[in-house]
Nanobody, 118 residues
Framework: QVQLVESGGGLVQPGGSLRLSCAAS????????MGWYRQAPGKERELVAT???????NYADSVEGRFTISRDNAKTTVYLQMNSLKPEDTAVYYC????????????WGQGTLVTVSE
């Protein structure tokens, strides 16, 4: 089992920045791709960004050029640097980790709320 704990959410003004962190514990040796998803009120959960163990990244079009995903050398913590935030970025952000072999096994954090507002 893998446990994921997010931190770093909060209230920020439009144009501001936030950095989210997600720390993994437990069977971390089993983790492959990690990523961030978000769910805005009344909407479905959507992909924000992913990063492989090798450092390859993928971003949603809506955040490309504004958000940066990164991972520490131990591969157990993933970050999301969010710049030039917009009100439409308001959502609960969830950390995700996929088992490196049994890719149908996915782990989720509890979520952290990001609110972009004046």
């Amino acid at each position: 089992q893998v446990q994921l704990v997010e931190s770093g959410g909060g209230l920020v003004q439009p144009g501001g920045s936030l950095r989210l962190s997600c720390a993994a514990s437990g069977s971390v040796f089993s983790i492959g791709v990690m990523g961030w998803y978000r769910q805005a009120p009344g909407k479905e959960r959507e992909l924000v960004a992913t990063i492989t163990t090798g450092g390859s990244t993928n971003y949603a079009d809506s955040v490309e050029g504004r958000f940066t995903i990164s991972r520490d050398n131990a591969k157990t913590t993933v970050y999301l640097q969010m710049n030039s935030l917009k009100p439409e970025d308001t959502a609960v952000y969830y950390c995700n980790a996929v088992h490196k072999i049994a890719r149908q096994i996915k782990y989720w954090g509890q979520g952290t709320l990001v609110t972009v507002s004046e």
